[in-house]
């Protein structure tokens, strides 16, 4: 045995363990090559054996007696060892192909030399002190070193923020969003749990994250969609999407009138509430997480068993196909290309190691034959489920004859998905042992390609080894059943069967969570929660003008009922009352300040209403005793110097309290009229106005019918009113001109926009080309070089990178050309006003028209009646605006169309799509004004556009 090829193997095996230790450089790298020399060494010696191991057999071959000398047992046993150790090195170095393949760190676990044998296989024991004694003192194995990940700790920072937002949005809006809010929260908790998951695991994949983030939201808008649609009729959908837009445009100043009111007793509450909202739903999640968890767990056991049942039923096809031609022939050749003689085959089959390899290679190719049957497997399961998810979610927002479709949809979509499961096993049962033929002669021309040459033939084996090969060939069989039972069960659970657990798990798990929340009383919470979002709404939200004033029928029901009841002096007053007095003569610019007594008798502030005290023309302060024995319906009370009690007579004191409020000096008989006249002005208001009323009494019928609501109902309260902020800084005529024509970033726009407050009520940033053209064009043609280059330059990235391109949309092109231009003329340019424009110019960016981009580019920053005269066009000659500004503009026209042409020129000559020529041919045509020609074709195309 060649000592040094020993000690070359130690010593290389050795210095891989130290340098995975010391973790310096390309440190996966270097140990992978320390161990492969190891391995090369060991060949040496393992070779060695084997021919001395031979010549031993050979020389005691004709000897009486059977039993193996002494030497012969040391070499075997030798040879045993080596195996081991060589086993550990290949172990070794797949875990470090693994670990640098995904970028992570790598350590390495030691144990004695013992370890690797047996305690009761005395030889191997005595064969393992020989390699300590001669330096191989410790083997070790190689695991991924645990890291702390932080992508799940953002995750978890993004998913508090979520909750956050949620929950702010909960506590203080209304309608949509306040839904989007609870979406946020329940996203958020989600998130939480996935970045605590991977925090503990070190695990994480940005991009499974997004694709399940992506699949969530989805489902969610979609089934939104779907549940409004099937419940309300189309057209009844689209006037709840136009209801929402206006209800959208209407937030800012909803939410100003609530940060002006500051944290009153009510918007507390809300937030209180919002906060136990939050709290419960974590609650809920946790459970039903580790619900998730349990179930997944008896699933996985389920479906081994499964497996199992599958594999027996198959056992006997698969052995009969293994007989039969040509892959009995081929699996033969295989075998027998690993050996050159009966003594190797003997030593293959019988070998434990080399019988698992010679397995592990044929189990590679039944996984391969199996592959394309689980291609595109996931996202066909992740489809289906998200259309069972959308179903399920209208069946639950629908009642009557819209859930029965959906249910009958539901059916027809299962009895597809079991045709199509089904459809997929038999194929797979059909084709697999095709594919594997495939498989197996792939192997045998690459083993040609690589030299190989049969030596020996199935007919020239011995009854023995012919025995032997059988033997083995029945444990392959096995390994194939295996590998085709877990694809059948995979494909089939993942095409049908997991689709019916889930619905299962919905069922079990609805009613666990149903029992969880009855526990936590979340639906009270969620109760209370919305009766203060109806008090938001009553209270701050601005009124549509633009709704009919006149809305008949089922429509205005709830307006013409109240109407009816206020004018009964036994008909309590509430809030609501306040506010519609407020949009009259009545309560014009009057500010109106609730107060109550908090727990400690102190009066603070429950709501405040109307304008602020520096704007409003009067105050009116009234005292709120909410429900008690002493009074059963609530009771206001006027402070005035020291609190006036309002005797009521148990009827509604809201009129009597507010007239007292507004003339204290007022006679009894003079306030009771009065009160009578403020009921009138409210009745007559609401005959006159149902269409702007009816979002407001109808959430305060829903109110009325949440326990606790009439409280939120008692702060009601006037609008705020909006105040037309002065500008910081007045520009004259002069100052604002040195704007007009202006080229920079929309980046550099905005600062000067910071810098110079005020600028920006005469000034626009005009990107040209217009951001959603360049956008829409990537969408027509992802390879469209001028839309990529354009993108580019958007992103500051090259080549592009696609994850930023949302940020273009986001942040409206920051590092996008824009031109400074007149507000009142951008408002006119076909960029601005036609959709059909930016739509034809995406088109023409995205077939790489440079010069035709630029030029629709240029006709698209020009006003309307410019380029049509014969449409009733703004032409801005009847405006109250600084001519100066448009006659500069005018005149700046083919100047800065020329320096925005140049600035493009200079960011995408180096991106190889725009070159000097199309420079030369774009500033020709501005210089020859083709803009102003009719006869052009471009021009007349942006004519046609025009609406």
Same mark, same amino acid.
Request: hydrophobic residues 35%; proline residues 3%; positive net charge.
């Given at each position: ?270 937030? &209180?509430?919002?906060? $136990?909202? =939050? +709290?419960?739903? !974590?609650?809920?999640? *946790?459970?039903?997480?580790? %619900? #998730? ?101 209208? &069946?639950?927002?629908? $009642?009557? =004859? +819209?859930?029965? !479709?959906?249910?009958? *949809?539901?059916?027809?979509? %299962? #009895? ?101 929340? &009855? ?429």
């Amino acid at each position: 045995m060649k000592q040094d090829e020993s000690w070359a193997a130690i010593a290389f095996y050795n210095h891989a363990y130290c340098t995975i230790k010391q973790q310096n450089g390309d440190y996966l790298l270097k140990a992978k090559n320390d161990l492969v020399k190891a391995k090369e060494s060991l060949k040496y010696l393992s070779e060695e054996s084997m021919v001395c191991l031979q010549f031993v057999k050979m020389s005691s071959a004709n000897s009486a007696n059977s039993n193996p000398t002494s030497l012969e047992k040391q070499l075997t046993t030798k040879c045993r060892m080596l195996s081991y150790i060589d086993k550990n090195i290949d172990d070794a170095i797949q875990k470090l192909d693994e670990i640098k393949e995904r970028g992570r760190d790598a350590k390495a676990n030691k144990s004695p030399i013992i370890s690797l044998v047996s305690n009761a296989d005395e030889d191997l024991q005595v064969e393992a002190n020989n390699l300590y004694s001669g330096g191989l003192r410790y083997v070790f194995s190689v695991e991924e070193e645990p890291r702390f990940s932080w992508e799940g700790l953002l995750v978890f920072g993004f998913g508090i923020l979520q909750i956050i937002g949620g929950t702010l949005l909960t506590a203080f809006t209304f309608g949509t969003l306040a839904q989007i809010g609870i979406g946020l929260i329940t996203e958020g908790i989600s998130d939480c749990i996935s970045g605590i998951e991977a925090m503990v695991t070190g695990e994480f994949s940005w991009k499974s994250w997004a694709i399940e983030k992506a699949i969530s939201i989805g489902v969610s808008l979609t089934s939104f969609g779907v549940g409004k649609l099937i419940a309300k009729g189309f057209k009844a959908s689209m006037t709840l999407i136009k209801g929402f837009g206006r209800q959208l445009k209407a937030m800012p100043k909803f939410l100003s009138g609530q940060v002006k009111e500051g944290l009153s007793v009510v918007a507390k509450t809300n937030m &209180k509430n919002a906060a $136990k909202y =939050t +709290a419960k739903k !974590i609650a809920e999640e *946790i459970v039903i997480y580790g %619900l #998730g968890k349990a179930e997944e767990k008896i699933l996985a056991e389920l479906l081994n068993s499964i497996k199992n049942d599958v594999k027996k039923g198959i056992d006997d096809n698969v052995k009969s196909n293994m007989k039969k031609e040509p892959l009995a022939k081929l699996v033969d050749i295989i075998i027998l290309s690993h050996v050159d003689n009966e003594k190797q085959l003997h030593d293959l089959l019988e070998d434990k190691n080399r019988r698992s390899q010679l397995l592990a290679i044929f189990k590679d190719l039944s996984n391969n034959a199996v592959q394309p049957f689980h291609a595109d497997l996931w996202w066909q399961h992740k489809l289906n489920s998200s259309i069972s998810k959308v179903i399920d979610k209208a &069946k639950a927002e629908v $009642k009557g =004859t +819209a859930c029965g !479709i959906l249910t009958a *949809i539901e059916v027809v979509h %299962l #009895g597809a998905l079991a045709v199509d499961a089904i459809k997929a096993v038999n194929s797979l049962s059909s084709k697999f042992f095709s594919n594997l033929h495939e498989q197996l002669n792939k192997y045998i021309k690459e083993k040609k390609e690589n030299g190989f040459s049969q030596k020996m033939k199935v007919n020239e084996l011995s009854t023995s080894d012919t025995e032997m090969l059988k033997k083995f060939k029945q444990d392959l069989a096995d390994t194939i059943s295996t590998v085709l039972a877990d694809a059948l069960v995979e494909v089939f659970h993942q095409k049908f069967s997991s689709h019916l657990v889930s619905h299962a798990q919905n069922e079990i798990n609805s009613t666990i969570s149903g029992y969880v929340r &009855k526990g936590l009383k979340s639906d009270r919470t969620e109760e209370k929660l919305r009766a203060g979002q109806n008090n938001r709404y009553i209270a701050h939200m601005p009124v549509d003008q633009n709704s009919k004033h006149e809305l008949a029928g089922e429509a205005g029901k709830h307006s013409q009922s109240h109407a009816e009841k206020i004018r009964n002096p036994d008909t309590l007053g509430t809030i609501l009352d306040i506010r519609i007095l407020s949009e009259t003569d009545s309560l014009k610019n009057t500010r109106v300040v609730i107060l109550t007594e908090n727990s400690h008798g102190k009066l603070t502030k429950m709501q405040e209403l109307g304008p602020d005290a520096k704007y409003a023309s009067e105050t009116v302060t009234f005292i709120y005793r909410p429900k008690s024995a002493q009074y059963p319906n609530g009771h206001y009370d006027v402070p005035n110097n020291q609190t006036v009690n309002m005797e009521n007579d148990d009827k509604s004191c809201l009129f009597q309290s507010l007239a007292r409020a507004r003339n204290a000096k007022a006679s009894k008989e003079e306030n009771a009229l009065e009160a009578e006249h403020l009921r009138s002005v409210v009745a007559n208001t609401l005959l006159k106005q149902p269409g702007q009323w009816e979002p407001f009494i109808k959430r305060k019928v829903w109110t009325e019918a949440t326990r606790g609501g009439d409280w939120y109902l008692a702060e009601g309260g006037g609008p705020k009113r909006k105040i037309t902020a002065r500008p910081e800084k007045q520009f004259d005529e002069k100052q604002v001109a040195e704007y007009v024509g202006k080229g920079e970033t929309y980046r550099e726009w905005k600062k000067d926009l910071r810098k110079n407050p005020g600028i920006g009520q005469y000034i626009n940033g005009d990107h040209q080309p217009p951001v959603d053209s360049i956008l829409e064009a990537r969408r027509k043609n992802q390879n469209s070089k001028l839309a990529n280059a354009m993108l580019e330059v958007a992103t500051k990235s090259s080549p592009l990178n696609p994850d930023l391109i949302d940020n273009v949309h986001k942040y409206h092109g920051l590092d996008l050309p824009v031109v400074s231009v007149p507000k009142e003329m951008h408002y006119e340019f076909p960029s601005t006003k036609s959709q059909s424009f930016r739509e034809y110019l995406a088109t023409t960016i995205s077939k790489d028209d440079v010069v035709g981009s630029f030029k629709l580019t240029i006709l698209g920053a020009m006003p309307r009646f410019k380029l049509d005269s014969t449409k009733n066009f703004n032409n801005f000659k009847d405006n109250n605006v600084s001519q100066t500004r448009l006659a500069i503009f005018e005149n700046s026209f083919q100047q800065h169309s020329e320096t925005m042409v140049q600035t493009w020129y200079n960011l995408l000559q180096d991106k190889g799509v725009m070159t000097r020529d199309h420079r030369t041919t774009i500033t020709e045509w501005i210089k020859h004004r083709g803009y102003d020609d009719q006869n052009d074709p471009h021009r007349k195309q942006v004519s046609n556009l025009l609406n």
